[in-house]
């Protein structure tokens, strides 16, 4: 393979990337539709397009694999790639996360969030932001906006925090239910969750650039 092959294949490659992050943005953004207007058909839909995320993930791994051992790549294009194989693994998680939050929806039906916590609202708004940002940190290679979204994790950390403190103090009401606290506080860990991958995607885009991870060198 040829070096302008080589560099039009990662070109490729970023740009599935990049279509990648706007499918689970998207799937985000109806999710949180879905849940302010309980739009059940939109919910279920989510769950079933899972897969779509599932396939993209697959197709990018081939490529990086096919291109690895095409050619054996220098220093900075392996980490690129080796970043790739890693921040789609994170991305393929949080579209899973958004899947897992529909079905949770699902079940509380006609359950208002913020009756349980009115953290939620700005979690969820903290969290999409955060998905976005770091897709896009990597996709443009700037590790100060990677930076940013590591430091911005901290924000849906304590966002987190402030739900379960919120939900143990409905737990002690004489009429609490308690399935649907323990749901409500698994939609919040989701959220998390997702904000952890955000995280790592950021760290990703620093070793992309510096070959340094959590100031551990690795190549």
Same mark, same amino acid.
């Given at each position: ?16 990337? /990049?279509?990648?992050?706007? *499918?689970?943005?998207? #799937? ?5 539709? #879905?849940? =302010? ?33 095409? *050619? ?19 991305? /393929?998680? #949080?579209? $899973?996360?958004?899947?897992?939050? #529909? ?10 969030? *913020? ?9 969820? /708004? ?6 976005? $940002?770091? !897709? ?16 911005? $994790?901290?924000?849906? $950390? ?25 749901? !409500? ?19 990703? =885009?620093?070793? *992309? ?5 959590? /100031?551990?060198?690795?190549?």
């Amino acid at each position: 393979m040829t070096r302008t092959a080589f560099e039009h294949e990662l070109k490729i490659l970023t740009d599935s990337i /990049e279509e990648m992050g706007l *499918q689970i943005e998207h #799937a985000f953004d109806v999710l949180f539709e #879905a849940i =302010e207007k309980k739009d059940e058909n939109t919910l279920l839909t989510i769950i079933e397009r899972d897969h779509l995320i599932n396939d993209m993930e697959y197709n990018i791994e081939g490529r990086c694999l096919a291109l690895i051992t095409r *050619q054996q790549p220098i220093a900075r294009d392996l980490r690129m790639v080796y970043a790739i194989l890693k921040v789609v693994t994170d991305m /393929e998680r #949080a579209g $899973d996360q958004a899947a897992d939050i #529909a079905e949770l929806i699902l079940r509380l039906k006609d359950t208002d969030l *913020q009756d349980y916590s009115i953290h939620i609202p700005p979690m969820i /708004e903290a969290t999409k932001n955060l998905i976005h $940002d770091a !897709v896009d940190a990597f996709v443009r290679r700037d590790k100060d906006a990677a930076a940013r979204v590591i430091k911005g $994790d901290d924000v849906v $950390d304590e966002l987190f925090n402030q739900v379960k403190r919120d939900i143990v103090e409905t737990l002690k009401k004489d009429n609490c239910n308690i399935d649907d606290c323990v749901d !409500v506080l698994m939609i919040a860990k989701y959220l998390e969750k997702v904000g952890d991958h955000a995280e790592n995607i950021g760290e990703w =885009e620093i070793f *992309q650039e510096t070959g340094s991870i959590n /100031e551990i060198r690795l190549l």
